[in-house]
Nanobody
């Protein structure tokens, strides 16, 4: 059974930092690109970041570029999302997802095979 489990969410003041983790099991982790998505109340889900399994390339939404950093540790089957300079607009449920083919756009949620259950990030202003 494939499982993705997010952790590290919580409540933080504006300007603060959080590090999210996405731990995978039941898959050959190094074969999968891992993406982070978020969904705020009343808004559509949006792609935040992605890290390739092929060459480690990283991708970011314009809204988080320069503030968020994605990384992966294949030995630990874990991807991290370091989030700095958080603001109220970053408040959302954050999900990680795994993509085995990397044939579509990294921010297209339809290309991902597996999803975690999500972790809440709340930024107080």
């Amino acid at each position: 059974e494939v499982q993705l489990v997010e952790s590290g969410g919580g409540l933080v003041q504006a300007g603060g930092s959080l590090r999210l983790s996405c731990a995978a099991s039941g898959v050959t982790f190094s074969d999968y690109a891992i993406g982070w998505f978020r969904q705020a109340p009343g808004k559509e889900i949006e792609g935040v970041s992605c890290i390739s399994a092929i060459d480690g390339s990283t991708y970011y939404a314009d809204s988080v570029a320069g503030r968020f950093t994605i990384s992966r540790d294949n030995a630990k089957n874990t991807v991290y999302l370091q989030m700095n300079s958080l603001n109220a607009e970053d408040t959302a449920v954050y999900y990680c997802a795994a993509d085995s083919t990397e044939n579509g756009g990294w921010d297209d949620e339809g290309v991902y095979d597996y999803w975690g259950q999500g972790t809440q990030v709340t930024v107080s202003s």
